[in-house]
């Protein structure tokens, strides 16, 4: 049996937050099996948190040297991932596309054929990077009536974001190309749903099976779980847990340094059950009623509050740059003064333009 403080170890070793480690950013990527990027910079955070060294080029390079994309993947959200991850998870996730857009545009998409539209649309693509609402123009004219096409071409064929969107310091709107042409290579043929597993419990196990399908949003990964060599515990409610052979156990005492998370941190996303990470009575000042996943700081290895930086609007006032720390519970002086010396390091690596820096703990 594994205590919540054991997993709470076990994931943060995993999620190599316990300590940064000397790595590239690519093997890190990788290593995560992805990082959720809806917010097109918070990888650049999620990676600093986590590794020595770390700098904006590091993977603002991978994005546009082709070595690591953005997509939508797991629980059909964007994520980057390296150029590999894309090609062979992207048609392990055709079924949860499938169904997701079943459910949300099912009826609009009644009479049309979508294998067309997909053709149609990777032609315009292969032309040239569109937004969604240039798709939807262009095959509006063959398609009159329809606003959904752009959405649904996006659940057939794999669409990557192209640069400069995400790269730190540029901007753009998201435009998309088919990931195979822009990668030069093809997808694999959908047969690593079991690889993909292993690799998810490398870098968030111990896991239920219910874990594996909400970090994924597939179902059916029971059968996956039964054709792999593993071992399995079980949590303090009698859960049953899959991990794999010898994978590391730190204790429950072992030290986990204050932590700042950018936005839709993978580490709050990837469980069913998420004490493991953060109490349920903080659940709502996280997750938003509009879908945001706020940055949050982890204290002792668990979330324990909120923050962001704030900059003005005009150019004098994005001179200064404030970190707001907002705890969730007063927290003692060691441990204000640790978010405070790490929350330097963040000003500096997030706002290091700003020729002003400072931080205020809210509350």
């Known amino acids: 049996m594994l205590t919540r403080r054991e997993l709470n170890r076990a994931l943060l070793d995993r999620q190599m937050l316990l ?84 459910i949300s545009y099912g009826r609009l998409l009644d009479g049309v054929d979508l294998r067309e539209v997909a053709s149609a649309a990777r032609a315009l693509m292969e032309e040239r990077p569109l937004s969604f609402a240039e798709l939807e123009e262009l095959l509006g004219e063959r398609w009159p009536g329809r606003d959904v096409l752009a959405k649904a071409v996006r659940a057939v064929v794999p669409l990557v974001q192209v640069p400069p969107r995400g790269v730190w310091g540029a901007s753009g709107q998201a435009r998309h190309v088919p990931a195979e042409p822009w990668l030069g290579r093809p997808l694999g043929d959908g047969s690593a749903a079991g690889d993909m597993v292993l690799r998810y419990l490398r870098a968030f196990g111990p896991a239920s099976v219910k874990d594996m399908q909400t970090w994924s949003g597939l179902t059916g990964l029971r059968s996956v779980v039964k054709g792999l060599d593993l071992v399995t515990y079980r949590d303090e409610n009698g859960v049953e847990l899959f991990d794999l052979p010898g994978a590391p156990l730190p204790g ?20 069913a059950d998420r004490t493991r990470v953060m109490a349920e009575e903080h659940r709502p000042r996280v997750f938003t009623i509009n879908g945001i ?39 003692d002086a060691a441990t204000r003064d640790a978010l405070a010396a790490e929350g330097e390091c963040l000003l500096e690596f997030a706002a290091g333009d700003a020729s002003a820096r400072d931080i205020r703990f809210l509350g």
């Open 293 to 331: 996943i706020r940055a949050t700081i982890l204290v002792d290895g668990f979330v324990a509050g909120l923050w962001r930086i704030e900059r003005g609007q005009t150019e004098r006032a994005r001179e200064k740059a404030v970190l707001e720390i907002e705890p969730f519970a007063p927290l």
């Open 252 to 271: 429950p005492d072992a030290d986990a340094p204050v932590r700042f998370l950018p936005e839709f941190d993978n580490l709050l996303l990837s469980h």
């Open 19 to 102: 300590r940064r480690h000397d790595a590239k950013a690519l093997a890190a990527v990788e290593h995560l099996v992805g990082m959720q990027s809806q917010a097109p910079l918070s990888a650049y955070v999620g990676l600093w948190t986590r590794l020595l060294d770390f700098r904006h080029e590091d993977l603002a390079e991978l994005l546009t040297d082709r070595a690591a994309v953005r997509i939508a993947l797991m629980r059909g959200t964007i994520h980057l991932v390296s150029a590999d991850d894309c090609l062979a998870l992207r048609p392990v996730m055709q079924p949860l596309l499938d169904r997701l857009l079943r």
